[in-house]
């Protein structure tokens, strides 16, 4: 992976913080991609992801659609030009097509996106295309609703297909499918999944179990990119790895031999910290500069407490630069957030 595009080192540079031009951070990396959790409700139960008796937030604690875009309105002169909508399950919250077409409207913003379990796409999906909606992640780690029914302790698994199909017909595009790999429950749908999203043109990629969710998170049960891809390149032949792209992106791709494209998430086996542009604001108002980040800034509290715009952008510049190096899963070092997956918004 380090062949990968590399962003240039200006740390040294970067004594002070600086109070203008693009987010960056002490070791330069430079932050473009907001992930706005709009809910930490979900109607399903994912056990790597949030405890069956879970309570969720009450409404007035969870930033409305007005401060949502209005945070976005002062980070995009900033830089930030990628969206993405994650929850929970963002399609929980009502008139979800509002704030997409709000978001829409700002100047600047190249690339909105959102990423659902898919149970309520099939009925939202045009009314969400019509918003301006285009590109779609979709969580499913399994084709057999048994595994679905014992990941999520929730049946759901033909709705999910059918939100598929729907978002296909409307013409969202790209349609990703995002799996968590877990060995003893998932691997067994590396190759299931991979035929299915080859056979319906969507862009699969494949997650690395990772410790930010609910109960003991144990390393044996990761299912590790090398075993992924050798179980990949047993099935279709030699896959090659595809170099171009900004390279931040989480995922390496790979190219199958007869073309189409898989990815392969490998934050525990292979970090991406070094290349991060990612920047986190919770269902709650807060702002997280890692996903596992120990720490946060409170943007609530300055929406609502009648800062400035110029306070916010402040706040917001010196959570970046207090940003860390990355996570630490692979040292002992290693804190698991207190908060879990749901309320981060993946
Ligand atoms: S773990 Fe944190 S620093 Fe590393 S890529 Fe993810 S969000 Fe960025």
């Known amino acids: 992976m380090s062949h990968r595009i590399r962003l240039p080192d200006v740390s040294e540079t970067l004594t002070s913080m600086p109070t203008s031009g693009p987010l960056v951070d002490t070791f330069g990396r430079i932050h473009t991609n907001l992930r706005i959790s709009v809910t930490d409700r979900c109607n399903l139960r994912c ?51 509002k704030l997409i077409a709000q978001l829409r409207q700002i100047p600047g913003i190249r690339d909105l996106s959102l990423t659902t379990n898919g149970i309520l ?47 296909r017909r409307l013409g969202f595009h790209p349609i990703k499918i995002n799996a968590v790999s877990i060995r003893g ?40 990119a090398e075993e ?58 807060k702002l997280r500069y890692c996903l596992f980040a120990l720490e946060e800034t409170d943007i609530k509290s300055l929406l609502r407490g009648g800062a400035s715009d110029d306070e916010i952008v402040l706040a917001v510049r010196q959570c970046v630069w207090a940003k860390w190096e990355g996570h630490q899963i692979n040292t002992a070092r290693f804190i698991k957030p207190t908060r879990t997956m749901h309320t981060i918004g993946g």
């Not at 969870?62 to 980070?75: A, G, H």
């Not at 057999?144 to 978002?167: K, N, Q």
């Open 47 to 97: 056990t790597y992801c949030m405890p069956e008796d879970v309570v969720f937030l009450p409404r007035q604690e969870l930033l409305t659609y007005e401060e949502i875009t209005r945070f976005v309105r002062l980070l995009v002169p900033l830089g930030v030009t990628k969206l993405r909508l994650t929850g929970g399950e963002p399609l929980v919250r009502r008139d979800l097509d």
């Open 121 to 167: 796409l099939a009925e939202q999906a045009e009314c969400l295309y019509h918003a301006g909606l285009r590109r779609i992640n979709i969580s499913l780690d399994t084709l057999r609703p048994d595994v679905f029914r014992h990941l999520t302790r929730r049946e759901g698994l033909e709705r999910v297909l059918e939100g598929i199909r729907v978002a």
């Open 185 to 224: 429950v998932t691997e067994d749908e590396v190759i299931p999944l991979a035929q299915f999203a080859r056979e319906h043109g969507l862009e699969l990629r494949f997650i690395e179990y990772m410790p930010i969710g609910a109960g003991h998170w144990e390393r044996s049960k990761v299912y590790f």
């Open 228 to 285: 992924i891809l050798q179980q990949l390149q047993r099935t279709f032949g030699p896959l090659r790895p595809v170099l171009e792209g900004d390279g931040t992106t989480p995922a390496q791709e790979w190219e199958y031999p007869d073309g189409g494209r898989v990815g392969i998430i490998a934050s525990v086996s292979r970090p991406f910290c070094h290349r991060c542009n990612r920047l986190r604001l919770t269902a709650d108002g």
